[in-house]
């Protein structure tokens, strides 16, 4: 079989919930790379040890994500595969999500080539346990989310309106080598860095999007130290001016995107 799929997990910390993502990959038709990008000097062997059989690489790292998910990008990239599906290590697919990702590219191919498979909907886990967006915030102390969210909650609200009437899905679950081609992450905004990739792809009048509804792909962990809490927290105002700027520069007017129920 020709180089087609390549699983890209990308990992910062917490080296057995990047295990766990691993094992929820459960397909024989994909290849898997493990990206670490970390300021931690001892992570790249926690994950070695852990991650044993798959390809590990190591990136140079400055603290945002970005850079991490570029480096995936790259290797996927040189080694020539025709599709990225890039996780973060902390997140895990549901069971026979990968199989059936790949099943709809070769089901499509002959028709309908997509640039990049997106969804509605993820499902989350929190302190190992499976939840949503609505329960969890209702669930956490209210003072402390009250807090981290103020000074960022019109941004909030910008965010969700925005995504609800030109972008209604929040994570990218396969990419084409032209999609892969035809963009960069930010490697300087603290959070964020992936709506913006999305936003701008989905401004690209010359790729395609596919959507996928009613079905639950993956969860994404939340985490009080991780990306979510960047967002909303007061320290990072200053951060996201410019993901806005950026964001009022884009039309999409001629985005194309195909749903599929």
Not at 164 to 192: D, G, H, I, Q
Request: hydrophobic share 35%; with cysteine; proline share 3%.
């Amino acid at each position: 079989m020709d180089k087609r799929f390549l699983v890209g997990v990308l990992t910062t910390r917490d080296a057995d919930k990047t295990k766990r993502c691993l094992d929820s990959i459960d397909c024989k038709d994909v290849d898997v790379v493990v990206i670490v990008n970390t300021t931690d000097p001892f992570y790249l062997k926690k994950v070695e040890d852990v991650c044993v059989g798959y390809t590990v690489i190591e990136t140079s790292c400055n603290g945002t994500a970005g850079r991490g998910k570029n480096t995936v990008l790259d290797y996927f990239i040189q080694k020539r595969y025709k599709y990225l599906l890039p996780i973060d290590g902390d997140d895990y697919y549901t069971e026979g999500a990968v199989k059936q990702l790949v099943r709809y590219t070769n089901l499509l191919e002959a028709d309908f080539l997509p640039d990049i498979i997106g969804q509605l909907n993820n499902q989350m886990s929190y302190k190992g346990e499976k939840t949503n967006w609505i329960d969890f915030s209702k669930n956490m102390p209210s003072k402390m989310f009250a807090a981290r969210s103020k000074a960022n909650w019109r941004t909030l609200r910008q965010l969700n309106k925005l995504a609800e009437e030109v972008m209604p899905f929040n994570r990218f679950l396969l990419l084409s080598s032209v999609a892969a081609k035809s963009f960069r992450y930010s490697e300087t905004l603290l959070a964020a860095d992936d709506y913006l990739a999305m936003y701008e792809l989905y401004s690209q009048p010359s790729l395609n999007y596919l959507l996928l509804r009613e079905k639950n792909w993956y969860y994404y962990d939340l985490d009080e130290t991780g990306t979510l809490h960047k967002f909303v927290s007061e320290d990072n105002a200053e951060n996201m001016i410019p993901f806005w700027q950026k964001i009022a520069t884009l039309d999409f007017t001629l985005s194309k995107t195909i749903s599929i129920q």
